[in-house]
Nanobody
Framework: QVQLVESGGGLVQAGDSLRLSCAAS????????MGWFRQAPGKEREFVAA????????YYADSVKGRFTISRDNAKNTVYLQMNSLKPDDTAVYYC?????????????????WGQGTQVTVSS
C-alpha cells in the first residue's frame, strides 16, 4: 500500500509559477513510477506528467510541455511538479499517482495509488 499527500496548490495569476509536492509513504519510493494528473470541473481526469523510478525518463502532456517540469527526490520520498507560465486553462485539481510498473505509463487506469488532490486556480 502507498499513501500519497499532495501540497502546494493555490490561487495565482496567469503567468505565475507554483510548485506542487507529493509525499509518499508505505512502500519503497524508489521502486515506484510517479505521475501527475489533473481534473477540471466537468472534465475527465487527464495526464499531466510522469517520471520513472530513477528520474531518467520523463513524459509530459503536450499542453504543459515546456512549462511544467516533473522531478523526484528519492531520499525525501517526494515528487514535484514545477509549473511555470500558468494559464487559466491549467485550473484544476491536481492529483499525484503512483504504481509499480517496469516503465512509465500515462493512463489513469494503470495507476493504483492516488492522493487526495490539491486545487490550482489560475486567474486571468
Amino acid at each position: 500500500q502507498v499513501q500519497l499527500v499532495e501540497s502546494g496548490g493555490g490561487l495565482v495569476q496567469a503567468g505565475d509559477s507554483l510548485r506542487l509536492s507529493c509525499a509518499a509513504s508505505g512502500r519503497t519510493f524508489s521502486s515506484l513510477i510517479m505521475g501527475w494528473f489533473r481534473q477540471a470541473p466537468g472534465k475527465e481526469r487527464e495526464f499531466v506528467a510522469a517520471i520513472s523510478w530513477s528520474g531518467g525518463s520523463r513524459y509530459y502532456a503536450d499542453s504543459v510541455k515546456g512549462r511544467f517540469t516533473i522531478s523526484r527526490d528519492n531520499a525525501k520520498n517526494t515528487v514535484y511538479l514545477q509549473m511555470n507560465s500558468l494559464k487559466p486553462d491549467d485550473t484544476a485539481v491536481y492529483y499525484c499517482a503512483a504504481d509499480q510498473q517496469p516503465k512509465v505509463v500515462v493512463s489513469t487506469t494503470e495507476y493504483n495509488y492516488w492522493g487526495q488532490g490539491t486545487q490550482v486556480t489560475v486567474s486571468s
